[in-house]
């Protein structure tokens, strides 16, 4: 297995942890929030606001703590350089990243005009994040392992 097809699984688990425990997280809120939560576009605003820090950074230090752990247990360093093949990977697994959020944020627009809660809104662009991240993460993999 290849530095980055094992760089595309800790970051896909990393993925399924941090959105799990932030899911978790937020959902305690909204039960301590009270049934008024599904109208407050405040709350829902503020978790998807606060998501974005929060994943940026444990993504960041997951990659850190893979490259120790990974240079420690194969004794060497891995090059970061980036040939055609690693930069067309990058571009398609970004464009499967783009389609799935913009399918999400569409079928989020999609549910308030069609009279749903604001927080429905929120939810679905909640999980429409989680979901493109897999969607890139998880296309990484495969063009690493079956060719672009």
Do not use: C
């Not at 800790?10 to 929030?33: E, H, K, N, R, W």
């Not at 090059?79 to 398609?92: I, N, P, Q, Y």
């Not at 749903?116 to 969607?135: C, D």
């Amino acid at each position: 297995m290849s530095y980055q097809e094992r760089r595309s699984i800790v970051s896909l688990i990393g993925t399924f942890v941090i959105m799990a425990g932030y899911l978790i997280f937020v959902s305690g809120q909204a039960q301590a929030a009270g049934p008024s939560v599904s109208s407050d576009i405040q709350f829902w605003a503020t978790a998807i606001l606060l998501l974005i820090p929060v994943y940026i950074v444990f993504q960041m230090v997951l990659i850190i703590l893979f490259v120790i752990i990974n240079t420690v247990a194969t004794q060497r360093e891995e090059s970061e350089t980036a040939d055609e093949f690693d930069r067309l990977v990058d571009l398609k697994s970004t464009r499967n990243f783009y389609h799935t959020f913009m399918a999400s944020f569409v079928l989020s627009l999609l549910a308030v005009a069609l009279g749903q809660p604001p927080s429905a809104m929120f939810i679905i662009l909640l999980f429409g994040i989680f979901a493109a991240s897999v969607v890139s993460y998880g296309s990484e993999l495969y063009f690493y392992r079956r060719g672009v």
